[in-house]
């Protein structure tokens, strides 16, 4: 009997995944689901919280029945949410797979540094995996982690969810179509926004690579898998620049001190925490999904000042410990001559990206929803409207965090594995990209795949 085929303690007949032939890793049924697949998410931060209350709109589909969370107050507000028993509540990953399988599906949210023991001790007891990026901190333990999934059969999705948003898909139907002929080349802009960086990536859990990894992985993997997916060629060579240029004691504002709620010269500060979590406390939108997380779970004004007086997101972002860059281009050739250039800075507004694709009859202008199609020949301009807005995490990734979730659970209820478009290998592949534009960047040469 293999892993993947062990019975469930709660769930009777188990999901069997079976390798498809098109070099995917994806869900099929021996048989249909007659019963909503259970799951259990590693991580309640805000990406497994997110999966589960997906999930949760789907009672027919889906059903959350563990979760493992060093948090206890986020773990008991979880488990209350989604009615899960005493018995399905545990504090690390590592208690939770003590035990044999009790879920058909896994959702790996944890930090980045545990994904792939996490990742590689579940696909051999037998779970389907749903896994965040990005996949590892380095390229060997991504190959384990692929390895893992082979050897079990396992049905796993890699969360690249820009691949699945309406844009994404009205993007690639038009390029099929011949709208703007053959690609040639591509320019990508990843406008990060410069409250999200500074929670993120200079006070927040991606500031430093010894404790998470550099930031073109841990941002913007997306941005280059979904380069790879636009494009559908392998990348032949890679070259890349980048820095950290402002976040730096150096730049520091005269007078500045370590904290905000402390610091003579925070109100005119572009980076103050008081004023970023507290208009999050009064408002909607990001800033509000940016509160939460620091205060870990509803934001109260108590919590919030709490966590400025005392917690990492109320440290000056001139006098962190951060180390990552602030700023990075990335260089792209492709099989057959087309190219691409990528940027990612901190320095904008929160908004979505930005991509002009150059081809032999047109061009196409795209900023997440709407799609420009110049034609030569015409001299016209065609708009598609996908929709939805917001390709941020708080704005649901421009419904991408859903059409990925919902492509997974089908996949796997229907034995559809072609739903499955971030399996292991297409992400693998991305994720190699990453790593060689790292190396590029870190060694001042062009790097060759």
């Known amino acids: 009997m293999t892993a993947a085929a062990r019975p469930t303690q709660q769930t009777g007949t188990p999901v069997h995944p079976a390798r498809l032939s098109s070099g995917f890793i994806s869900g099929t049924l021996t048989e249909p689901a007659g019963r909503p697949l259970t799951i259990a998410v590693l991580g309640a931060g805000a990406r497994g919280s997110a999966y589960a209350d997906l999930a949760a709109e789907r009672p027919a589909k889906a059903r959350i029945v563990a979760v493992a969370e060093p948090r206890e107050t986020v773990r008991e507000a979880f488990s209350a949410r989604h009615r899960i028993p005493r018995q399905g509540r545990f504090a690390t990953w590592q208690e939770f797979a003590e035990r ?19 990742t590689t001790a579940l696909a051999d ?25 082979r050897r079990n059969d396992t049905a796993m999705a890699v969360t690249h969810v820009m691949r699945y948003t309406p844009y994404t898909v009205a993007l690639k139907q038009a390029l099929r179509e011949g709208a703007i002929g053959d690609i040639v080349s591509v320019q990508h802009l990843e406008p990060i926004g410069y409250y999200h960086f500074a ?58 001190t370590e904290r905000c709620v402390s610091c003579p010269v925070e109100q005119a500060c572009a980076y103050s925490a008081k004023r970023l979590y507290q208009d999050g406390l009064r408002h909607g939108g990001t800033k509000r999904y940016f509160t939460r997380i620091i205060s870990t779970g509803e934001p109260t004004e108590d919590a919030v000042n709490a966590a400025l007086a005392d917690g990492p997101y109320g440290r000056c972002v001139y006098h962190s410990d951060n180390d990552v860059v602030d700023h990075q281009v990335v260089n792209l050739e492709y099989q057959g001559g087309v190219t691409a250039s990528f940027t990612l800075t901190a320095f904008t507004p929160v908004q979505n990206r930005h991509t002009k694709i150059f081809g032999t009859r047109g061009q196409i202008t795209g900023d997440g929803r709407f799609i420009e199609i110049y034609d030569f020949r015409t001299e016209r301009t065609t708009v598609i409207d996908a929709s939805l807005d917001g390709s941020s995490a708080a704005e649901g990734h421009a419904g991408g965090d859903e059409a990925m979730f919902n492509a997974y659970l089908d996949a796997l209820h229907s034995g559809r594995g072609e739903l499955i478009v971030s399996g292991i290998d297409a992400s693998l592949a991305s994720h190699r990209v990453v790593f060689a534009a790292e190396r590029s960047r870190t060694t001042g040469t062009v790097v060759e795949l």
Request: glycine share 6%.
């Open 199 to 256: 929670h993120s990536f200079v006070r927040g859990n991606w500031r430093r690579q010894d404790g998470s990894t550099f930031l073109l992985m841990a941002k913007s993997c997306h941005d280059i898998d979904w380069l790879s997916d636009i494009i559908g060629l392998p990348v032949r060579r890679v070259s890349s620049f980048g820095s950290l240029t402002h976040f730096r004691p150096e730049q520091a504002p005269p007078g500045a």
């Open 100 to 118: 044999p399988r009790m879920a058909d599906i896994a959702v790996v949210s944890l930090l980045d540094a545990d994904h792939v023991a996490a």
């Open 125 to 149: 007891l037998g779970y389907q995996l749903l896994l965040e990026k990005p996949m590892a901190t380095n390229e060997a333990d991504c190959e384990a982690i692929a390895e893992a999934a």
